[in-house]
């Protein structure tokens, strides 16, 4: 063999080893749950302690989203209203009443989750968030699925208007 071969074969086994060391783990799965799946907003809207409902949760209007849970552990969930056009076509150069609105009129965030069944909650590990604050906690959330919808709540969050708890409502995607 000559020693361009021998080299060779060393490194081809290395990054074959690896290579397949790298399938497995990407190829693991979370144990299945019955969340994995694409969700369409049906509802949001959030309750005061006393019981008042908050004004909409997004600016704007007809808000829509989409909720993903994948077999390997991640999510990521998108809600934003409609809203006028921009004046300039470069999202950069957004006017600050524009940029104030895009920010108000949409909620994204994405991460790891987990599912307890036995409590009927699950928890988003937030990685990154339009909400800056959100990013790196882990929010957990109660919930029910009944005939193709994902219903939950948040805990209360704190307001200077008062206390509210928010409601989702999802129908599954086909």
Known sequence: MNRLATGLV????????????LGDAIGQQTKATPLIGSWSLVSWYNISDDGKAMPQPVDG???????????????????????????????????????????RGALAYYGTYSVNEADHTFTLNVERSLHPNLNGTAQK???????????????????????FTGYFVWKRLP
């Open 61 to 103: 209007s007809d808000p829509r989203g989409i909720l993903m849970f994948d077999d390997r552990g991640h999510f990521s969930l998108l809600v934003a209203s409609d809203r006028p056009k921009w004046k300039s076509p470069d999202r950069m150069e957004g006017t600050d009443d524009e940029n104030k609105l895009a920010a």
């Open 141 to 163: 959330r109660s919930f029910t699925l009944a005939d193709g919808e994902l219903k939950y709540s948040s805990p209360p969050f704190r307001y200077p208007k008062g206390t």
């Open 10 to 21: 060393p490194t081809a086994i290395l990054l074959g080893s690896f290579a397949a060391h």
